[in-house]
């Protein structure tokens, strides 16, 4: 389990992976959370608010490492494409559906997330890809 998660936007990888040693809020806006695990909740989230098969995502390379050694201290790694723009689209509704589900989701595997904070982590989220995509940025995470 993560201690800490922070979600920031960047202008490339190059510029993201800078943020593996140190963290990102020194040079990016971020938002800071904790608690989950990060690399499997984006997959869920793809899955839930863009469809496809939680497998296949992960076959297919997702999330994207950019810096750091899985499973051996920190990682820096990126947003899918197809879940950035699942974020940007999806409406207040359809955010808080996917909060809820995701919530029930982990319940399943013992874990318990709030759902009140699955959404505001989900909408956080969507209000961050939405302004790094209005400045050209992509969204990574960085997890300690």
Same mark, same amino acid.
């Given at each position: 389990?993560?201690?800490?998660?922070?979600?920031?936007?960047? =202008?490339?990888?190059?510029?993201?992976?800078?943020?593996?040693?140190?963290?990102?809020?020194?040079?990016?806006?971020?938002?800071?959370?904790?608690?989950?695990?990060?690399?499997?909740?984006? *997959?869920?989230?793809?899955?839930?608010?863009?469809?496809?098969? *939680?497998?296949?995502?992960?076959?297919?390379?997702? =999330?994207?490492?950019?810096?750091?050694?899985?499973?051996?201290?920190?990682?820096?790694?990126?947003?899918? =494409?197809?879940?950035?723009?699942?974020?940007?689209?999806?409406?207040?509704?359809?955010?808080?559906?996917?909060?809820?589900?995701?919530?029930?989701?982990?319940?399943?595997?013992?874990?318990?997330?709030?759902?009140?904070?699955?959404?505001?982590?989900?909408?956080?989220?969507?209000?961050?890809?939405?302004?790094?995509?209005?400045?050209?940025?992509?969204?990574?995470?960085? *997890?300690?």
């Amino acid at each position: 389990m993560s201690i800490i998660v922070e979600f920031f936007a960047a =202008p490339d990888d190059a510029s993201a992976a800078l943020a593996l040693q140190t963290g990102p809020r020194r040079a990016f806006a971020s938002l800071s959370f904790g608690n989950f695990d990060p690399e499997e909740a984006v *997959v869920e989230w793809e899955q839930l608010l863009a469809g496809g098969n *939680v497998e296949e995502l992960f076959e297919a390379g997702e =999330p994207r490492l950019v810096g750091g050694q899985d499973h051996d201290g920190c990682v820096v790694f990126a947003i899918s =494409p197809r879940l950035s723009a699942a974020l940007v689209e999806a409406d207040r509704s359809e955010l808080k559906d996917a909060a809820v589900a995701w919530s029930s989701q982990r319940a399943e595997d013992g874990e318990f997330i709030d759902t009140e904070i699955a959404e505001v982590i989900l909408s956080d989220l969507a209000a961050l890809v939405s302004s790094a995509r209005r400045q050209g940025q992509e969204v990574y995470c960085w *997890v300690a």
